[in-house]
């Protein structure tokens, strides 16, 4: 899908990430938000922005977006991820509620 139509918490996520803003990276979730990266769970607002300084805008991430779709609920964007820490392309599972990220799963694609 066109990277103008993504969802604008989905888009937040991005641009806050390459902006290096971290206020602006912990606003894109809900203050109850579920991040789930590879199995690692973190909740809530602290959470997010603990798991921001370790593994996302601490370690200088910048996202491309490759694609994007609808699975149901959920958003998957693919994205392209260069930094200081973890390079390469995979998905995102977002799950929106009230205009933010309610849950964010990174993990690989079922079967890879």
């Not at 989905?10 to 902006?19: G, K, L, Q, Y």
């Not at 491309?64 to 609808?70: I, N």
């Not at 799950?95 to 890879?112: K, M, N, S, W």
């Amino acid at each position: 899908m066109p990277a103008e139509d993504l969802p604008a918490p989905v888009a937040a996520f991005i641009d806050a990430t390459n902006a290096g803003d971290s206020a602006a990276f912990v606003a894109a979730f809900t203050p109850d938000a579920e991040l789930d990266d590879w199995g690692r769970v973190v909740h809530g607002s602290e959470g997010v922005a603990s798991w921001n300084e370790t593994d996302n805008i601490g370690v200088r991430s910048h996202f491309d977006l490759v694609d994007w779709h609808r699975e149901g609920d959920e958003v998957v964007a693919e994205l392209r991820v260069s930094g200081d820490g973890f390079n390469g392309t995979g998905p995102m599972r977002f799950t929106i509620r009230d205009g933010r990220i309610a849950r964010l799963v990174i993990a690989p694609t079922p079967g890879h």
